[in-house]
Nanobody, 122 residues
Framework: QIQLVESGGGLVQAGGSLRLSCAASGRTFSSVAMGWFRQAPGKEREFVAAITYSGLSTSYGDSVKGRFTISRENAKNTVSLQMNSLKPEDTAVYYC???????????????WGQGTQVTVSS
């Protein structure tokens, strides 16, 4: 069974930075795409970023382009999200998601982490 555990959330002032990490169990990590999503109170879950199995291709939501960077270390079964220039509207619970296939453009998320809270104060 796949387990995803996020860490690195917290409280930060606007303009600050945070780095989220997601540790995955299982031997399939290096063969599947990974992604980050977020959900603010009263809103639907939103796509933030995704990365292919190899790490060679990434995709970002329009609201985070140029500020967030997704990366992965297959040898350590981890995926990270570097968040810079944070805004109050970035406040949400951030979830790590593991796709069912190697490319995020052609597969769906099959497993989710429990989420980590990010709060950006103005």
């Amino acid at each position: 069974q796949i387990q995803l555990v996020e860490s690195g959330g917290g409280l930060v002032q606007a303009g600050g930075s945070l780095r989220l990490s997601c540790a995955a169990s299982g031997r399939t990590f290096s063969s599947v795409a990974m992604g980050w999503f977020r959900q603010a109170p009263g809103k639907e879950r939103e796509f933030v970023a995704a990365i292919t199995y190899s790490g060679l291709s990434t995709s970002y939501g329009d609201s985070v382009k140029g500020r967030f960077t997704i990366s992965r270390e297959n040898a350590k079964n981890t995926v990270s999200l570097q968040m810079n220039s944070l805004k109050p509207e970035d406040t949400a619970v951030y979830y790590c998601g593991q796709y069912r296939g190697p490319y995020y453009s052609s597969s769906t998320v099959g497993s989710w982490g429990q989420g980590t809270q990010v709060t950006v104060s103005s």
